[in-house]
Protein backbone atom coordinates (compact mmCIF):
# COMPACT_ATOMS: atom_id res chain seq x y z
CA UNK A 1 0.00 0.00 0.00
CA UNK A 2 1.58 3.60 -0.73
CA UNK A 3 2.57 5.90 1.62
CA UNK A 4 0.28 8.56 0.08
CA UNK A 5 -2.58 6.28 0.70
CA UNK A 6 -1.54 5.37 4.27
CA UNK A 7 -1.44 8.98 4.59
CA UNK A 8 -5.11 10.12 2.82
CA UNK A 9 -6.78 7.68 4.71
CA UNK A 10 -7.93 9.11 8.11
CA UNK A 11 -9.04 11.98 5.64
CA UNK A 12 -10.81 9.68 2.90
CA UNK A 13 -12.55 8.15 5.79
CA UNK A 14 -13.90 11.88 7.28
CA UNK A 15 -15.02 12.45 3.64
CA UNK A 16 -16.84 9.56 3.16
CA UNK A 17 -18.24 10.34 6.43
CA UNK A 18 -19.23 14.01 5.79
CA UNK A 19 -20.81 12.89 2.25
CA UNK A 20 -22.98 10.00 4.51
CA UNK A 21 -23.78 12.65 6.96
CA UNK A 22 -24.76 14.99 4.37
CA UNK A 23 -27.16 12.53 2.07
CA UNK A 24 -29.15 12.05 5.62
CA UNK A 25 -29.54 15.60 5.64
CA UNK A 26 -30.48 15.83 2.22
CA UNK A 27 -33.09 13.22 2.62
CA UNK A 28 -34.68 15.36 5.95
CA UNK A 29 -34.96 18.20 3.58
CA UNK A 30 -36.88 15.97 1.32
CA UNK A 31 -39.47 16.14 4.38
CA UNK A 32 -39.02 19.51 5.13
CA UNK A 33 -39.74 20.23 1.52
CA UNK A 34 -42.81 17.96 1.32
CA UNK A 35 -44.05 18.52 4.72
CA UNK A 36 -43.71 22.94 5.58
CA UNK A 37 -45.48 24.18 3.20
CA UNK A 38 -48.53 22.07 4.42
CA UNK A 39 -48.17 22.88 7.62
CA UNK A 40 -47.58 19.13 8.89
CA UNK A 41 -45.04 18.19 11.64
CA UNK A 42 -41.39 17.42 10.52
CA UNK A 43 -41.39 14.15 12.95
CA UNK A 44 -44.54 12.97 12.63
CA UNK A 45 -46.43 10.81 11.60
CA UNK A 46 -43.42 8.42 10.10
CA UNK A 47 -42.80 8.69 6.08
CA UNK A 48 -45.54 6.99 3.95
CA UNK A 49 -46.00 6.14 0.73
CA UNK A 50 -48.27 8.86 -1.06
CA UNK A 51 -50.11 6.79 -2.59
CA UNK A 52 -50.76 2.94 -0.35
CA UNK A 53 -50.19 5.05 2.60
CA UNK A 54 -47.81 2.40 3.83
CA UNK A 55 -44.85 3.40 6.62
CA UNK A 56 -41.98 2.61 5.02
CA UNK A 57 -39.31 0.96 7.18
CA UNK A 58 -35.44 1.78 7.51
CA UNK A 59 -34.83 0.04 4.04
CA UNK A 60 -36.46 2.49 2.11
CA UNK A 61 -35.45 5.36 4.11
CA UNK A 62 -31.55 4.80 3.56
CA UNK A 63 -30.46 7.87 1.88
CA UNK A 64 -29.97 7.29 -2.53
CA UNK A 65 -29.01 3.71 -2.04
CA UNK A 66 -32.93 3.39 -0.68
CA UNK A 67 -34.18 4.41 -4.32
CA UNK A 68 -31.53 3.02 -6.26
CA UNK A 69 -32.87 -0.57 -4.34
CA UNK A 70 -36.68 -0.07 -4.90
CA UNK A 71 -35.71 0.87 -8.94
CA UNK A 72 -37.86 3.89 -7.81
CA UNK A 73 -40.95 2.10 -7.03
CA UNK A 74 -42.79 1.81 -3.73
CA UNK A 75 -42.39 -1.79 -2.11
CA UNK A 76 -45.67 -2.27 -1.08
CA UNK A 77 -47.93 -0.83 -4.02
CA UNK A 78 -45.54 -0.31 -6.85
CA UNK A 79 -46.14 3.12 -7.81
CA UNK A 80 -43.19 5.18 -8.97
CA UNK A 81 -41.65 6.80 -6.56
CA UNK A 82 -39.77 10.66 -7.76
CA UNK A 83 -36.46 11.01 -8.91
CA UNK A 84 -36.32 14.03 -6.77
CA UNK A 85 -35.88 12.54 -3.48
CA UNK A 86 -32.36 10.71 -4.72
CA UNK A 87 -31.13 13.73 -6.62
CA UNK A 88 -31.43 16.56 -3.43
CA UNK A 89 -29.78 13.90 -1.57
CA UNK A 90 -27.03 13.41 -3.62
CA UNK A 91 -26.56 17.12 -4.10
CA UNK A 92 -26.30 17.81 -0.47
CA UNK A 93 -23.90 14.61 -0.35
CA UNK A 94 -22.04 16.57 -2.59
CA UNK A 95 -21.65 19.75 -1.30
CA UNK A 96 -21.32 18.44 2.36
CA UNK A 97 -18.17 16.18 0.93
CA UNK A 98 -16.92 19.24 -1.61
CA UNK A 99 -16.86 22.24 1.21
CA UNK A 100 -15.22 19.43 4.04
CA UNK A 101 -12.41 18.55 0.75
CA UNK A 102 -11.73 22.70 -0.01
CA UNK A 103 -11.45 23.80 3.54
CA UNK A 104 -9.25 21.00 5.02
CA UNK A 105 -7.87 18.51 2.56
CA UNK A 106 -6.79 20.22 -0.78
CA UNK A 107 -3.84 21.95 -0.25
CA UNK A 108 -3.94 25.53 0.03
CA UNK A 109 -1.53 26.20 -2.61
CA UNK A 110 -3.71 24.47 -5.43
CA UNK A 111 -5.10 26.98 -8.37
CA UNK A 112 -8.54 27.93 -7.65
CA UNK A 113 -9.88 24.91 -5.32
CA UNK A 114 -7.10 25.78 -3.07
CA UNK A 115 -8.02 29.49 -2.17
CA UNK A 116 -11.56 28.61 -1.66
CA UNK A 117 -10.95 27.52 2.10
CA UNK A 118 -11.17 30.55 4.45
CA UNK A 119 -8.48 31.88 6.31
CA UNK A 120 -9.41 30.18 9.85
CA UNK A 121 -9.79 26.65 8.24
CA UNK A 122 -5.73 26.86 8.87
CA UNK A 123 -6.17 25.83 12.48
CA UNK A 124 -7.75 22.22 11.47
CA UNK A 125 -10.86 20.85 11.58
CA UNK A 126 -10.84 19.49 15.32
CA UNK A 127 -10.46 23.64 16.19
CA UNK A 128 -12.82 24.96 13.70
CA UNK A 129 -15.90 22.35 13.67
CA UNK A 130 -18.25 24.83 14.84
CA UNK A 131 -17.70 27.26 12.22
CA UNK A 132 -18.28 24.52 9.51
CA UNK A 133 -21.46 23.11 11.29
CA UNK A 134 -22.86 26.57 10.86
CA UNK A 135 -21.77 26.63 7.03
CA UNK A 136 -23.08 23.83 6.06
CA UNK A 137 -26.69 24.06 8.16
CA UNK A 138 -26.82 27.47 6.28
CA UNK A 139 -26.02 25.46 3.16
CA UNK A 140 -28.62 22.85 4.07
CA UNK A 141 -31.47 25.74 4.70
CA UNK A 142 -30.34 27.42 1.45
CA UNK A 143 -31.22 24.51 -0.55
CA UNK A 144 -35.06 23.58 1.51
CA UNK A 145 -35.83 27.45 0.82
CA UNK A 146 -34.60 27.31 -3.09
CA UNK A 147 -37.21 24.36 -3.37
CA UNK A 148 -39.92 25.41 -1.38
CA UNK A 149 -39.64 28.87 -3.25
CA UNK A 150 -39.43 27.82 -6.39
CA UNK A 151 -42.68 25.96 -6.33
CA UNK A 152 -44.52 27.79 -3.65
CA UNK A 153 -43.45 31.67 -3.62
CA UNK A 154 -42.95 31.06 -0.36
CA UNK A 155 -40.01 31.03 2.31
CA UNK A 156 -40.68 29.29 5.77
CA UNK A 157 -39.23 31.70 8.38
CA UNK A 158 -37.77 28.66 10.25
CA UNK A 159 -35.77 27.54 7.31
CA UNK A 160 -34.09 31.30 8.21
CA UNK A 161 -34.41 31.45 11.94
CA UNK A 162 -32.48 27.69 12.28
CA UNK A 163 -28.85 28.71 11.08
CA UNK A 164 -29.54 32.09 12.60
CA UNK A 165 -29.67 30.63 15.67
CA UNK A 166 -26.74 28.45 15.37
CA UNK A 167 -24.87 30.85 14.28
CA UNK A 168 -25.37 33.05 17.31
CA UNK A 169 -24.79 29.98 20.15
CA UNK A 170 -22.21 28.29 17.77
CA UNK A 171 -19.97 31.30 17.01
CA UNK A 172 -20.17 32.66 20.40
CA UNK A 173 -19.57 29.96 22.38
CA UNK A 174 -16.54 28.68 20.15
CA UNK A 175 -14.91 32.43 20.84
CA UNK A 176 -15.93 32.17 24.86
CA UNK A 177 -14.26 28.71 25.26
CA UNK A 178 -11.59 29.49 23.60
CA UNK A 179 -10.87 32.26 26.23
CA UNK A 180 -11.88 30.17 28.77
CA UNK A 181 -9.95 26.86 27.79
CA UNK A 182 -6.52 28.91 25.89
CA UNK A 183 -6.19 31.68 27.87
CA UNK A 184 -6.11 35.29 27.34
CA UNK A 185 -5.49 35.77 23.61
CA UNK A 186 -3.60 39.00 22.38
CA UNK A 187 -4.81 40.56 18.79
CA UNK A 188 -1.69 40.65 16.52
CA UNK A 189 -3.59 41.59 13.53
CA UNK A 190 -7.04 42.29 11.63
CA UNK A 191 -9.09 39.01 12.11
CA UNK A 192 -6.02 37.05 14.18
CA UNK A 193 -5.32 36.37 17.34
CA UNK A 194 -2.23 34.90 19.57
CA UNK A 195 -1.68 32.77 22.55
CA UNK A 196 0.34 34.51 25.16
CA UNK A 197 4.09 32.83 25.31
CA UNK A 198 3.13 30.25 22.64
CA UNK A 199 4.16 29.83 19.74
CA UNK A 200 0.52 30.00 17.97
CA UNK A 201 -2.21 31.81 16.22
CA UNK A 202 -5.68 31.82 15.96
CA UNK A 203 -7.52 32.84 13.40
CA UNK A 204 -11.21 34.10 14.12
CA UNK A 205 -14.01 32.22 12.50
CA UNK A 206 -16.04 33.43 9.42
CA UNK A 207 -15.36 36.75 7.29
CA UNK A 208 -15.95 39.58 9.84
CA UNK A 209 -12.92 41.86 10.89
CA UNK A 210 -13.24 41.23 14.40
CA UNK A 211 -10.68 43.05 15.94
CA UNK A 212 -7.64 44.81 15.06
CA UNK A 213 -3.95 45.34 16.30
CA UNK A 214 -4.53 47.59 19.22
CA UNK A 215 -7.68 48.35 20.90
CA UNK A 216 -9.76 51.08 18.87
CA UNK A 217 -13.21 53.27 19.57
CA UNK A 218 -14.63 51.98 16.55
CA UNK A 219 -14.65 48.31 17.91
CA UNK A 220 -16.68 49.20 21.06
CA UNK A 221 -19.25 51.87 18.46
CA UNK A 222 -19.63 48.58 16.45
CA UNK A 223 -20.63 46.44 19.39
CA UNK A 224 -23.06 48.90 20.91
CA UNK A 225 -24.64 49.18 17.65
CA UNK A 226 -24.99 45.73 16.81
CA UNK A 227 -26.37 45.32 20.95
CA UNK A 228 -28.54 48.35 20.42
CA UNK A 229 -30.48 47.34 17.14
CA UNK A 230 -30.75 43.88 18.79
CA UNK A 231 -32.31 45.50 21.53
CA UNK A 232 -34.76 47.29 19.12
CA UNK A 233 -35.27 44.25 17.14
CA UNK A 234 -36.09 42.91 20.06
CA UNK A 235 -38.67 45.80 21.77
CA UNK A 236 -40.40 46.00 18.03
CA UNK A 237 -41.60 42.35 18.20
CA UNK A 238 -42.76 42.68 21.70
CA UNK A 239 -44.50 45.94 20.44
CA UNK A 240 -46.31 44.39 17.60
CA UNK A 241 -47.27 41.14 19.80
CA UNK A 242 -48.78 43.61 22.51
CA UNK A 243 -50.91 44.98 19.80
CA UNK A 244 -48.96 48.56 19.92
CA UNK A 245 -47.45 48.02 16.06
CA UNK A 246 -49.88 46.39 13.57
CA UNK A 247 -48.70 43.71 11.33
CA UNK A 248 -47.75 45.07 7.73
CA UNK A 249 -50.30 43.24 5.14
CA UNK A 250 -52.92 42.84 7.80
CA UNK A 251 -55.84 43.34 5.33
CA UNK A 252 -54.25 41.08 2.40
CA UNK A 253 -56.73 38.18 3.17
CA UNK A 254 -59.67 40.59 3.16
CA UNK A 255 -59.36 42.18 0.48
CA UNK A 256 -57.81 38.99 -1.58
CA UNK A 257 -61.40 37.62 -0.90
CA UNK A 258 -62.94 40.91 -2.63
CA UNK A 259 -60.46 41.14 -5.09
CA UNK A 260 -61.52 37.41 -6.51
CA UNK A 261 -64.99 38.40 -6.21
CA UNK A 262 -64.59 41.25 -8.14
CA UNK A 263 -62.34 39.63 -10.80
CA UNK A 264 -65.11 36.43 -11.00
CA UNK A 265 -67.96 39.29 -11.73
CA UNK A 266 -65.83 41.33 -14.24
CA UNK A 267 -65.11 37.54 -16.34
CA UNK A 268 -68.77 36.28 -16.35
CA UNK A 269 -69.94 35.72 -19.66
CA UNK A 270 -72.44 38.15 -21.29
CA UNK A 271 -74.90 35.40 -22.89
CA UNK A 272 -77.35 34.23 -20.70
CA UNK A 273 -77.19 30.47 -19.63
CA UNK A 274 -79.35 28.07 -20.95
CA UNK A 275 -82.08 27.13 -17.83
CA UNK A 276 -83.64 24.04 -19.58
CA UNK A 277 -80.03 22.92 -19.77
CA UNK A 278 -78.66 20.56 -16.99
CA UNK A 279 -75.29 21.54 -16.22
CA UNK A 280 -73.18 19.76 -13.70
CA UNK A 281 -71.95 21.70 -11.22
CA UNK A 282 -67.94 21.64 -11.38
CA UNK A 283 -66.18 22.73 -7.83
CA UNK A 284 -63.82 25.97 -8.26
CA UNK A 285 -60.26 25.64 -9.30
CA UNK A 286 -57.80 26.03 -6.73
CA UNK A 287 -55.28 28.81 -6.98
CA UNK A 288 -52.49 27.88 -8.13
CA UNK A 289 -48.76 29.34 -6.19
CA UNK A 290 -48.01 30.99 -9.44
CA UNK A 291 -51.78 33.04 -9.62
CA UNK A 292 -51.17 33.86 -5.93
CA UNK A 293 -47.97 35.22 -6.50
CA UNK A 294 -49.71 37.62 -9.08
CA UNK A 295 -52.46 38.59 -6.90
CA UNK A 296 -50.02 39.57 -4.27
CA UNK A 297 -48.18 41.95 -6.23
CA UNK A 298 -51.52 43.33 -7.58
CA UNK A 299 -52.28 44.27 -3.90
CA UNK A 300 -52.74 48.35 -3.96
CA UNK A 301 -51.90 49.46 -0.67
CA UNK A 302 -48.08 48.75 -0.39
CA UNK A 303 -46.86 52.25 0.21
CA UNK A 304 -49.20 52.45 3.20
CA UNK A 305 -47.84 49.17 4.49
CA UNK A 306 -44.52 50.63 4.40
CA UNK A 307 -44.63 52.92 6.72
CA UNK A 308 -45.95 50.27 8.97
CA UNK A 309 -43.34 48.94 8.38
CA UNK A 310 -40.89 51.37 8.69
CA UNK A 311 -42.82 51.95 12.24
CA UNK A 312 -41.51 48.74 13.06
CA UNK A 313 -37.81 49.64 12.49
CA UNK A 314 -37.64 52.63 14.09
CA UNK A 315 -37.07 50.79 17.38
CA UNK A 316 -33.71 49.26 16.43
CA UNK A 317 -32.58 52.17 14.31
CA UNK A 318 -32.82 54.52 17.28
CA UNK A 319 -31.24 52.04 19.41
CA UNK A 320 -28.33 51.32 17.34
CA UNK A 321 -27.08 55.14 17.45
CA UNK A 322 -27.94 54.63 21.18
CA UNK A 323 -25.82 51.55 21.77
CA UNK A 324 -22.95 53.27 20.04
CA UNK A 325 -23.00 56.52 22.23
CA UNK A 326 -23.49 54.46 25.39
CA UNK A 327 -20.48 52.02 24.72
CA UNK A 328 -17.98 54.43 23.88
CA UNK A 329 -19.01 56.72 27.06
CA UNK A 330 -19.30 53.84 29.20
CA UNK A 331 -15.91 52.98 28.30
CA UNK A 332 -14.57 56.32 28.63
CA UNK A 333 -16.34 56.07 32.37
CA UNK A 334 -14.56 53.23 33.86
CA UNK A 335 -11.34 52.55 31.83
CA UNK A 336 -10.37 56.24 31.23
CA UNK A 337 -10.56 57.98 28.10
CA UNK A 338 -8.91 57.09 24.64
CA UNK A 339 -5.26 58.30 23.57
CA UNK A 340 -3.92 59.22 20.34
CA UNK A 341 -0.56 57.33 19.02
CA UNK A 342 1.68 59.91 17.18
CA UNK A 343 3.47 56.71 15.78
CA UNK A 344 0.62 54.82 14.37
CA UNK A 345 -0.97 57.74 14.05
CA UNK A 346 -4.57 56.05 15.19
CA UNK A 347 -6.98 56.89 18.26
CA UNK A 348 -6.44 53.85 21.01
CA UNK A 349 -9.51 52.61 23.51
CA UNK A 350 -8.34 52.41 26.94
CA UNK A 351 -9.18 48.71 26.97
CA UNK A 352 -9.89 46.28 24.11
CA UNK A 353 -13.09 44.18 23.71
CA UNK A 354 -13.06 40.61 24.77
CA UNK A 355 -13.18 38.26 21.88
CA UNK A 356 -16.64 36.56 23.11
CA UNK A 357 -18.39 39.99 22.91
CA UNK A 358 -16.56 40.69 19.52
CA UNK A 359 -18.04 37.83 18.24
CA UNK A 360 -21.60 37.98 19.54
CA UNK A 361 -21.70 41.66 18.02
CA UNK A 362 -20.28 40.30 14.97
CA UNK A 363 -23.13 37.94 14.82
CA UNK A 364 -25.96 40.07 15.36
CA UNK A 365 -24.32 43.09 13.19
CA UNK A 366 -24.68 40.53 10.35
CA UNK A 367 -27.85 39.22 11.40
CA UNK A 368 -29.12 43.11 11.55
CA UNK A 369 -27.29 44.88 8.47
CA UNK A 370 -28.08 41.48 6.54
CA UNK A 371 -31.56 41.96 6.51
CA UNK A 372 -31.39 45.54 6.60
CA UNK A 373 -30.03 45.88 2.74
CA UNK A 374 -32.56 43.96 1.69
CA UNK A 375 -35.21 45.12 3.84
CA UNK A 376 -34.46 49.05 2.41
CA UNK A 377 -35.01 47.76 -1.06
CA UNK A 378 -37.93 46.39 -0.44
CA UNK A 379 -39.06 49.45 0.78
CA UNK A 380 -37.39 52.16 -1.54
CA UNK A 381 -39.25 49.67 -4.14
CA UNK A 382 -42.72 49.45 -2.95
CA UNK A 383 -42.85 53.38 -2.08
CA UNK A 384 -41.77 53.89 -5.62
CA UNK A 385 -44.29 51.64 -7.45
CA UNK A 386 -47.09 50.89 -5.28
CA UNK A 387 -46.25 47.12 -5.53
CA UNK A 388 -44.32 45.01 -3.47
CA UNK A 389 -40.96 44.95 -4.57
CA UNK A 390 -39.37 41.97 -2.41
CA UNK A 391 -40.71 39.54 0.14
CA UNK A 392 -40.03 39.19 4.18
CA UNK A 393 -39.00 35.88 3.12
CA UNK A 394 -35.92 37.06 1.15
CA UNK A 395 -35.02 39.74 4.43
CA UNK A 396 -34.75 36.73 6.54
CA UNK A 397 -33.05 34.66 4.46
CA UNK A 398 -30.19 37.29 4.08
CA UNK A 399 -30.49 38.25 7.49
CA UNK A 400 -29.48 34.32 8.33
CA UNK A 401 -26.40 34.86 6.08
CA UNK A 402 -25.00 37.56 7.64
CA UNK A 403 -25.55 35.82 10.70
CA UNK A 404 -23.33 32.63 9.32
CA UNK A 405 -21.02 34.33 6.81
CA UNK A 406 -20.90 38.30 8.32
CA UNK A 407 -22.70 41.12 7.19
CA UNK A 408 -20.32 42.11 4.33
CA UNK A 409 -20.86 38.51 2.42
CA UNK A 410 -24.24 39.02 2.96
CA UNK A 411 -24.72 42.31 1.03
CA UNK A 412 -22.21 41.13 -1.69
CA UNK A 413 -24.34 38.19 -2.64
CA UNK A 414 -27.38 40.54 -2.92
CA UNK A 415 -25.93 42.52 -5.25
CA UNK A 416 -24.44 39.29 -7.21
CA UNK A 417 -28.42 37.99 -6.81
CA UNK A 418 -29.30 40.53 -9.61
CA UNK A 419 -27.13 38.68 -12.14
CA UNK A 420 -27.73 35.22 -11.24
CA UNK A 421 -31.44 35.94 -11.82
CA UNK A 422 -30.97 37.51 -15.31
CA UNK A 423 -28.85 34.47 -15.72
CA UNK A 424 -31.63 32.20 -15.20
CA UNK A 425 -33.48 34.62 -17.33
CA UNK A 426 -30.89 34.70 -20.28
CA UNK A 427 -30.36 31.19 -20.01
CA UNK A 428 -34.22 30.14 -20.08
CA UNK A 429 -34.67 31.97 -23.10
CA UNK A 430 -32.11 30.30 -24.97
CA UNK A 431 -33.66 27.49 -24.20
CA UNK A 432 -36.96 28.65 -25.27
CA UNK A 433 -38.35 27.37 -21.55
CA UNK A 434 -41.11 28.77 -20.22
CA UNK A 435 -40.81 31.34 -17.54
CA UNK A 436 -43.66 32.61 -15.56
CA UNK A 437 -44.41 36.43 -15.34
CA UNK A 438 -43.35 36.26 -11.76
CA UNK A 439 -40.40 34.54 -10.49
CA UNK A 440 -39.46 34.43 -7.02
CA UNK A 441 -35.89 35.69 -5.84
CA UNK A 442 -35.16 33.33 -3.14
CA UNK A 443 -33.61 31.10 -5.63
CA UNK A 444 -31.32 33.84 -6.86
CA UNK A 445 -30.19 34.54 -3.55
CA UNK A 446 -29.23 31.11 -2.66
CA UNK A 447 -27.22 30.61 -5.38
CA UNK A 448 -25.50 33.97 -4.74
CA UNK A 449 -24.92 33.06 -1.51
CA UNK A 450 -22.90 29.90 -2.70
CA UNK A 451 -21.31 31.87 -5.18
CA UNK A 452 -19.87 34.02 -2.31
CA UNK A 453 -19.04 31.10 -0.23
CA UNK A 454 -17.32 28.84 -2.95
CA UNK A 455 -15.60 31.35 -5.21
CA UNK A 456 -14.98 34.28 -3.33
CA UNK A 457 -11.57 35.10 -4.31
CA UNK A 458 -12.52 35.25 -7.42
CA UNK A 459 -15.61 37.90 -6.53
CA UNK A 460 -12.78 39.58 -4.82
CA UNK A 461 -10.82 39.85 -7.78
CA UNK A 462 -13.84 41.31 -9.74
CA UNK A 463 -15.03 44.09 -7.16
CA UNK A 464 -11.98 44.92 -7.19
CA UNK A 465 -11.48 45.22 -10.55
CA UNK A 466 -14.89 47.48 -10.83
CA UNK A 467 -14.25 49.53 -7.97
CA UNK A 468 -10.68 49.42 -7.80
CA UNK A 469 -8.92 53.05 -9.73
CA UNK A 470 -5.47 50.94 -9.03
CA UNK A 471 -7.05 48.21 -11.14
CA UNK A 472 -7.37 44.43 -10.05
CA UNK A 473 -7.15 43.47 -6.57
CA UNK A 474 -4.28 40.42 -6.82
CA UNK A 475 -5.64 36.93 -6.32
CA UNK A 476 -4.27 35.23 -3.23
Not at 68 to 86: D, H, N, T
Not at 359 to 369: E, K, N, Q, R
Not at 463 to 472: D, E, K, Q
Request: include cysteine; hydrophobic fraction near 50%.
Amino acid sequence: MPDWFIILLPKLTMLAFVFAFGACVGSLINVLVYRLPLGLDVVRPQSRCPKCNHKLTWRENIPILGWILLRGRCRFCKAPISPEYPIVETIVALMFAFTYASFYIINPETPVLGSIAPDWTINGPSNTWPALVVILILISSLVAMTIIDARTYTIPLVLTWVPAIIALLFHTGHALWFDIAKGDPIPVGPGYWALPNVNARWITAPGWLWTIPTPDPNNWRFIGVALGGSIGLLLSNLLLKLGVLTPSFADYDDWLEQHRKDTAVTTEPETEPDDTAETPELPEPEPTPETNAHEWIAYPYARREMVRELAFLAPPALLAFVGSWLAITLVHRFAGPSTFDIVSGRTIAPINAPLWLTVLSAVLAGYLIGGAVVWAVRILGSLLFNKEAMGLGDVHMMAAVGACLGWIDSAIAFLLAAFVALTIVALGALSKARFTRTMPYGPSLAIATLIVLYCKPLVEHALGFIFSHTGPLPLP
